[in-house]
């Protein structure tokens, strides 16, 4: 078999494969805190004994788009959004500890403070349970507070405060789950520090950082050298079948 057909093929996988990370960024050009994934593609020479006329396509994610949304004001009391850098620990279905720019938080019937999917959400003691109120804020340092059940309006009781964090951002990764975390080679001891400093801002979410212009251009150009792949399969394949035409006549 021409290795040209392979290379075609494998080239047109890696299109796919391209196109598929530029859609997911599409499909969250609405969704709150979404950070927007690269994607690019670099030719890989072929190992072994051959002429050096070849080379195989690769795709790869090199990265996420750290950069920050627009600020959208909701005026919910319990909508925040990073004014500035930094990151919300939550506490994922697998009760680790990761990092989200996405700030729509609610209260369970229990008490504990959730995201909209129903990540609980770290104060500097552990998840952020609150007893039964009357009003909630949040201020602009994060600390959450109450007014008890009966209270006067300014009777506000300090609960807790959302943990606010700041690890650099070379060291932080996507995971499958759409929340950042520490890459294992920049793992540190114990939880990640709160950092004092971060400030949010109440009754604003994060809105997604893609473009939604450039995703798609992205996609149709990633489509064009699809075909294009696939017209490199077509020749190969019919120049394999001229050659045997050929051998049959001889």
Do not use: C
Not at 9 to 30: E, I, P, T
């Amino acid at each position: 078999m021409d290795k040209a057909l392979y290379i075609g093929m494998s080239g047109a996988k890696q299109n796919m494969l391209a196109q598929r990370a530029h859609a997911n960024n599409l499909a969250n050009v609405s969704t709150t805190g979404f950070k927007k994934d690269f994607a690019q593609a670099r030719s890989m020479p072929v190992f072994g004994e051959h002429h050096p006329t070849r080379a195989y396509a690769l795709t790869e994610r090199p990265g996420t788009d750290l950069s920050a949304g627009a600020l959208m004001e909701t005026g919910r009391k319990l909508d925040v959004a990073l004014d500035g850098d930094g990151w919300l620990a939550i506490q994922n279905d697998r009760g680790q500890e990761v990092f989200t720019r996405t700030g729509s938080l609610q209260v369970d019937v229990n008490g504990l403070m959730r995201l909209a999917n129903g990540e609980l959400v770290l104060g500097n003691g552990g998840p952020v349970a609150l007893p039964p109120y009357d009003n909630v804020q949040i201020g602009a340092d994060g600390t959450v507070s109450i007014v008890p059940v009966g209270g006067a309006p300014d009777e506000l009781v300090e609960v807790d405060r959302l943990k606010l964090v700041n690890p650099p951002l070379d060291a932080l990764e996507k995971g499958e789950d759409g929340f950042m975390r520490r890459r294992p080679d920049q793992a540190i001891d114990g939880a990640e520090p709160p950092d004092a400093n971060l400030r949010v801002a109440t009754g604003f979410l994060e809105s997604s950082n893609v473009n939604a212009v450039e995703e798609m251009i992205a996609n149709l150009q990633l489509s064009r050298q699809y075909e294009m792949q696939v017209k490199v399969m077509t020749t190969a394949n019919e120049n394999s079948e001229a050659a045997a035409r050929l051998l049959q006549n001889l």
